[in-house]
């Protein structure tokens, strides 16, 4: 295959290095892909802004790229076939181009996936993807690096992958209006269906200075909205010589910025939420009023199966906590259904138990088999069809639970600050409360653009869409 000579001199010039060398006329270009969680966008906004740095200019995903890299997911198979479809597209549009493969799916399916693609960058070396790109070019000196099999697999110790911290945060030109700011990474709980320890490594913390640091970068550059992101970042802790540092210290110092308008926390363990994390942000402003605490069933028995460290009574009395101290706060989980042994009588539970707990919304996902996981290897495992069924009635009563939520807003005319995100429609424009309900508005000054702008919502009315339609008060 013909592929685009880049010399490390190309790869790793700066932009003035490109501008003022005489061959070369244009930019080199990349392209992202990002399947997956916050921190995959989190971690392709570092990327990007690597890449800018060095001189490279980001295209589409659909237009020809001279790299183009993807970052994977592996959490379901779904993820992992849309992992390989996103890889034979890339090389369809990319022919000459350099496909570059991190994440995840990159971690465990390596092996599988190398013949398809030119560099697949394990966890602890994404750190230096310049470096391997730069080794591409030298396939003989990466034979030798790396062994026949681990060809175009860059990697090293397991310990590497433990305990190194690559540092990321959305970037401008990926075009999110909320950043995601890495401040964890991996997980040592181990939960029996979750392949994630074994991709990312044991739990280890960004320090505080360093999240500060990009905290305020992501701020003056127009950021408004920054939310915090980890495989289990309730598990936070970075170490400095004999003092430890938690997630409520490292609340304090984000909170406390000057000019952050709002933080929000992603997905957090209901049994890291402690009351000293309640203390630090039920009374900041500028902390918004939504959490996201996985449950994944509403069983006992299967909770204990699935290994997760707390039992319904737990759950519920977190749920409790959140609401009487944080006002008019929202709470969203995630559920499996279909995790082997459950039976009619675990799932009728479960979904009574949504019924009943406060929480409105629901991300369900049917339990996806991950080879080398403990419950990969038990007894009962559910028919496809059973799980499919399951899901759609959990996701049914989702809908009913997020809807009453939405009428109670209408009901109580509430006013909220939404920071709206994109253009829906002509003249319609979208963006999220504090407490992440989606709102739509008709601004009566059709052309102006509210991207990334902040204003004084009026909640008027239910769209058909479990979303609310409100009005700008300045408009009235
Ligand atoms: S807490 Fe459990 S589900 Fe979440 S990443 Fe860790 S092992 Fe996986």
Redesign the pocket.
Known sequence: MKRMKLSKVDLLANINDIETCGDVTKKRTVSFYTLGCRLNKAETGTFTKQFIDNGFSVVDFEESADVVLINTCVVTDKAESVCRNVIRRARKISPDGYIVVVGCYAEIEGQNISKDVDLIIKASEKHKIFYYLDKCEEKHSLLQVFGPIKEKVATVSENALNTTFFHAASSIENGNTRAFLKIQDG?N???SY?I??YARGRSRGADIETVCTQARELISSGFKEIVLTG??IGDYRSVDGDKISRLPHLLRAVLSLNGLERLRLSSI?PNTITDELLDVVCDAPNFMNHFHIPLQSGDDEILRLMGRKYTLVDYTNVIKKIIDRIPNVTIGTDVIVGHPGETEEHFVQTKNFLQDIAVSHFHIFPYSLRKGTKSAQMPNQIEKRIKKMRARELIELGHLKLKARLIEEVSAQRIFQVLFEQQVSSGVWEGYTSNYLRVRVRPKQASISLKNEIRDVVIISVGEDLYLEGEIIADK
């Open positions: 997980c709980f181990f939960c979750c994630i320890p495989i289990n363990e």
